[in-house]
């Protein structure tokens, strides 16, 4: 009799408490907010030379969860050269003021599927490390740079426009 009581409680507890939570009313197009910035000097461990890694940590909310890629998708999508769903320009500042810098390589890449089995409103961080600088290829020493950055969800919808803080590349 007890068991049924503990079972009861239980069942009683979890309709209550569960009926206190409502899904999120996010928009299908991907809203994304500011988070962090690194920049962390790394050894190449083919070149031996250094590098710079920068890291971007983003907040986003997606209403239908299609956000990111699965690996074979990816794989694909680089061979065909595009598609890529983070988006990156990079601004150097020059006198005082940011101006675009188009590097040989483009940081724009690609982050994995997020929530693949989990379709509806979702919400989270993204932290994308797709953004490498080599020292012996660039040619600014301790320069100040910050980057703009939206990302595009499966549907082709495409987020607001972020600004990060500024970081510095190339600091030896």
């Known amino acids: 009799m007890r068991f049924l009581q503990i079972i009861a409680a239980f069942l009683f507890s979890a ?12 928009p299908n197009v991907p809203e994304i907010e500011f988070s962090d910035i690194q ?7 083919v070149t031996g030379g250094y590098k710079d890694s920068v890291i971007i940590s ?22 065909a ?3 890529h769903n983070f988006l990156v320009k990079q601004f150097r500042r020059v006198k005082g ?12 890449g690609y982050f994995h599927r997020l929530f693949a089995d989990k379709p509806g409103p979702i919400e989270g961080t993204i932290h994308y ?15 100040t ?4 950055i939206y990302i595009r969800d499966r549907a082709g919808n495409i987020s607001n426009t972020i600004l990060t803080d500024s970081v510095i590349l190339r600091p030896i």
């Open 15 to 26: 309709t209550f408490l569960g009926g206190c939570f409502s899904v999120p009313d996010y």
């Open 145 to 148: 740079v910050k980057f703009e």
């Open 39 to 45: 920049s962390i000097l790394r050894v190449d461990e």
């Open 58 to 79: 983003l907040k986003f909310r997606d209403g239908d969860g299609d956000l990111g890629y699965m690996q074979q998708e990816i794989d694909s999508l680089a061979r």
């Open 129 to 143: 490390s797709g953004i490498q600088v080599y020292h012996s290829f660039y040619p600014y020493a301790k320069d």
């Open 97 to 108: 003021k940011y101006v675009l810098y188009e590097p040989l390589e483009s940081q724009s």
């Open 81 to 83: 050269g595009g598609g």
